[in-house]
């Protein structure tokens, strides 16, 4: 069995609606790793805050060390500068923490922006495709063994609208009753192409 790719109302139809499935996935991935690397930029200012609070309070720290070799009054002058390089070290924690909630929420929001467009695709264009890919395959077993074309026509007389069965044969259901080779094949390959599938009979 091959796709039947000339008949546009089911395998054009199936085919142009994965294109766009795949164009809508990759729009919603796209558009969640702009609003990611958007937000991520709100985490420069911590950047900067930790990069400036670590060299302050280094800083400081070496001044209040080569202040304390100052003789007598050496750890009385030193306390300051410790207190100040605690401060600094906290300016840059508070960085760091400021880059990590950044990080949180870039990464919350682009899922929560995922979420949405996914989601329509699990619940509503997967479990159509599969019932549509467990139904082809069917069909084409079905198309391999004699009682299984009769069942396909059978299919195609209950499902098929009345001006295509007529163009088959003027009296269709008895020539089918009849087991007519040929309305009987012309029926199935009627019933694959409405699943998209052309006789490779």
């Given at each position: 069995?091959?796709?039947?790719?000339?008949?546009?109302?089911?395998?054009?139809?199936?085919?142009?609606?994965d294109?766009?499935?795949?164009?809508?996935?990759?729009?919603?991935?796209?558009?969640?790793?702009?609003?990611?690397?958007?937000?991520?930029?709100?985490?420069?200012?911590?950047?900067?805050?930790?990069?400036?609070?670590?060299?302050?309070?280094?800083?400081?720290?070496?001044?209040?060390?080569?202040?304390?070799?100052?003789?007598?009054?050496?750890?009385?002058?030193?306390?300051?500068?410790?207190?100040?390089?605690?401060?600094?070290?906290?300016?840059?924690?508070?960085?760091?923490?400021?880059?990590?909630?950044?990080?949180?929420?870039?990464?919350?929001?682009?899922?929560?922006?995922?979420?949405?467009?996914?989601?329509?695709?699990?619940?509503?264009?997967?479990p159509?495709?599969?019932?549509?890919?467990?139904?082809?395959?069917?069909?084409?077993?079905?198309?391999?063994?004699?009682?299984?074309?009769?069942?396909?026509?059978?299919?195609?007389?209950?499902?098929?609208?009345?001006?295509r069965?007529?163009?088959?044969?003027?009296?269709?259901?008895?020539?089918?009753?009849?087991?007519?080779?040929?309305?009987?094949?012309?029926?199935?390959a009627?019933?694959?192409?409405?699943?998209?599938?052309?006789?490779?009979?």
């Amino acid at each position: 069995m091959k796709i039947y790719a000339d008949r546009f109302p089911t395998a054009a139809r199936q085919f142009l609606t994965d294109l766009l499935v795949v164009a809508w996935v990759y729009g919603a991935i796209r558009a969640a790793m702009w609003l990611h690397d958007l937000v991520q930029k709100l985490a420069v200012p911590g950047r900067k805050l930790e990069g400036a609070g670590g060299g302050l309070a280094d800083n400081l720290a070496d001044a209040g060390g080569k202040v304390g070799r100052v003789p007598l009054v050496g750890d009385e002058l030193t306390a300051p500068f410790e207190r100040a390089a605690g401060a600094a070290r906290a300016l840059a924690e508070a960085g760091r923490d400021q880059q990590e909630l950044v990080d949180q929420l870039a990464v919350a929001l682009a899922v929560a922006v995922l979420i949405f467009p996914l989601g329509l695709v699990l619940v509503g264009w997967l479990p159509l495709r599969l019932r549509w890919m467990r139904r082809a395959g069917s069909a084409a077993k079905l198309s391999a063994a004699p009682a299984g074309r009769d069942l396909l026509a059978l299919r195609a007389l209950a499902t098929q609208p009345l001006g295509r069965l007529t163009r088959i044969a003027p009296d269709v259901a008895e020539s089918w009753r009849r087991g007519d080779d040929a309305t009987v094949d012309a029926l199935a390959a009627l019933e694959l192409r409405r699943l998209g599938l052309r006789d490779g009979r």
